[in-house]
């Protein structure tokens, strides 16, 4: 009985302890994918297009060619899970984009938005970056499973990802400056 209670409460532990280093999260292959770069390409001039005030209020005009800055800073976007494919909790269980500039800094990874868990078959692949734009990507070939334009529909949010996340790193590049903070004298006697 004791032996019963004990493994009861061991094997759940440890399947949770050791889950991770057992079936760690997919990296991508090392097939190239034409078709793939140019869907991720299409995605970022999308992107691109939509990064004017008229779609992003707030935005300053020049927002979309200092977004191109940021893409000519980077060398590469690796897609892929959170976590493996034994995770508990696969709800949870996130794409996300780990991007690296040319000069090697890895930037905060960027998890995609709703709807873009890691289900069954996630679409993980290795985007490499020469002067701003997809040069190659890189999967294990499961991309070839779907249709074009399904694949191009699972890519779509790759291009405002990528692109937007320079918002957090740069903002001088895509907003106009805060105004400057009004001096103490002033706040006081406005309340007077």
Partial sequence: M?????LAVALP??????????????????????TLARLLNESI???????????????IPEAAANSRVFLRELKE???RCRM?????NQKY???????VRVDGVRLKPIVSGVGM???????????TFKDGRVAEAFTDGRERQYSVA?????????????TWSDWGYHRERYFPPEPPAPPPQDVAKEWE
């Fill in 2 to 6: 004791a032996v019963g209670c004990v």
């Fill in 13 to 34: 532990i440890t399947y949770l302890i050791l889950t991770p280093w057992l079936e760690p999260p997919e990296e991508p292959g090392n097939l190239s994918s034409p």
């Fill in 45 to 59: 001039d999308a992107a691109l297009a939509e990064m004017n005030p008229m779609h992003a209020p707030g935005l």
């Fill in 77 to 79: 976007v690796v897609a």
């Fill in 84 to 88: 493996g494919r034994l995770e508990p």
């Fill in 93 to 99: 269980n996130r794409l996300e984009y780990h991007l």
């Fill in 117 to 127: 868990g890691c289900g069954t078959n996630p679409l993980i692949f290795r985007a």
């Fill in 150 to 162: 399904e694949v191009s529909h699972r890519v779509r949010e790759f291009g405002k990802n990528v």
